[in-house]
């Protein structure tokens, strides 16, 4: 116990300790989560209203930032694998980096599922055996499950892990080894539950489809590996970790593949929609080319679609992938490509028409806005200092005092 007391103390000091970049970007996260939380108390006050969420979309920016969160959660899986599996060493190197950014992306999905209720005093239905959790019926209560048992998969894993580093020891694998591919199993499990959600609504034909699992887990292997390609490589220029140019190709290849796989489900539904030409492809209609005069999502979803191609051609050609301001920006166009593609043009054209033939167009309100910016900035916030933590001991320069060891 008094091992593990030094262990928070000594990493929260190093938390606390910084250059002035170092606080500046601090508080530039906590002004955004400051704004957030006086958005948050107008929606508290005077309830959804405050969003741009009505009867007929009843889903919006806050789900469709979850939908995409939980396969940035779940892409974690894309560093554990080659890692333990395959025995990549340059992976193994930085797999812990990994498994705290979906820590802090875990935590988003939660805050992104809190916020979106209208009711949040309520919120402890959601909790097994204290509230009506309606297990194994429910859909939700699945997601519910496998989101909080993945964070604690995580959050357990990488605490060992830097714990045991921490004490100057090595980590048994017995110990951990077991949980990382139960963890394996478990981010698959996550987003393919999260789908199910989606599919199971008979009422919604834009989501009953049975490859929304597969192209679920094929965007969130194309964004999320691009998501620690940059991340890696800010952490690499920035705190001088030792990331290995086999890791950032290793993660480059399985984007190559995975944004291919992607762009090819997405086209796959186009066609089926699109060709019969049936009563049910109007919300493929309203997403691609706008419906009875609403063309809100057109120009996101054309944009998005021309982000895909441009970060597949980015990461199948060599001469591209070589130059690594190229490669970034391949990296941050399969980010944003994404977004829009699995979230906003998921989520609302799901809704559009209604059952009764409604057309209603949507877009995030202020309060919406600053709310999401809110907690992406709180998620960047705890993955900043969970990295503030990490990296030290990771390099053998934050270690248990002498006196303090047994």
């Not at 809190?114 to 949040?120: A, E, F, L, T």
């Not at 959790?133 to 993945?150: E, H, Q, T």
Request: aromatic share 14%; charged share 15%.
């Amino acid at each position: 116990m008094l091992d593990f007391f030094e262990f928070v103390k000594g990493t929260g000091g190093a938390m606390l300790r910084g250059s002035r970049g170092y606080y500046l970007w601090i508080l530039f996260l906590l002004s955004w989560m400051a704004l957030g939380v006086f958005a948050y108390a107008h929606q508290l006050r005077v309830g959804l209203v405050a969003t741009n969420m009505v009867d007929q979309i009843p889903w919006g920016a806050y789900i469709a930032n979850f939908t995409y969160l939980v396969g940035m959660a779940a892409a974690a899986v894309m560093l554990v694998i080659p890692a333990y599996v395959y025995d990549d060493h340059a992976m193994h190197e930085v797999v812990v980096l990994g498994e705290l950014l979906a820590v802090a992306v875990l935590t988003m999905c939660l805050a992104f599922v809190m916020v979106d209720i209208g009711r949040p005093d309520r919120f402890w239905h959601l909790m097994p055996v204290i509230g009506r959790f309606n297990w194994p019926m429910s859909m939700l209560s699945w997601d519910v499950i496998a989101l909080n048992g993945y964070l604690v998969l995580n959050f357990t894993i990488t605490t060992y892990l830097l714990f045991t580093k921490f004490r100057g020891r090595k980590p048994d694998r017995r110990k951990y080894v077991p949980l990382v591919f139960l963890a394996i199993f478990w981010a698959i499990s996550i987003h393919t539950v999260t789908a199910f959600l989606y599919s199971g609504m008979g009422a919604r034909p834009h989501w009953n489809a049975a490859i929304l699992a597969p192209r679920f887990l094929a965007s969130a292997f194309s964004a999320g590996p691009s998501l620690m390609i940059i991340a890696l490589t800010i952490i690499r220029d920035v705190m001088k970790f030792p990331v290995k140019d086999q890791a950032l190709n290793r993660l480059r290849q399985i984007v190559a593949v995975t944004m291919l796989i992607n762009l090819f489900f997405f086209f796959s539904e186009i066609f089926t929609e699109l060709y019969s030409y049936n009563h049910h492809a109007a919300s493929m209609r309203y997403l691609l080319f706008g419906l009875q005069g609403h063309t809100k999502l057109v120009p996101y979803i054309w944009t998005a679609i021309a982000l895909d191609v441009f970060a597949a051609l980015v990461f199948t050609t060599r001469r591209l992938y070589a130059n690594p301001t190229v490669l970034r920006l391949g990296c941050a166009a399969a980010i944003v490509g994404v977004w829009v593609e699995k979230g906003m043009g998921l989520v609302i054209p799901g809704f559009v028409p209604s059952p009764l033939g409604e057309v209603v167009d949507y877009v995030p309100s202020f309060t919406e806005f600053c709310v999401s910016a809110a907690i992406w900035a709180m998620g960047t916030l705890v993955y900043t200092l969970l990295l503030k933590a990490a990296v030290p001991i990771e390099l053998g320069e934050l270690r248990m005092s002498k006196e303090a060891l047994p």
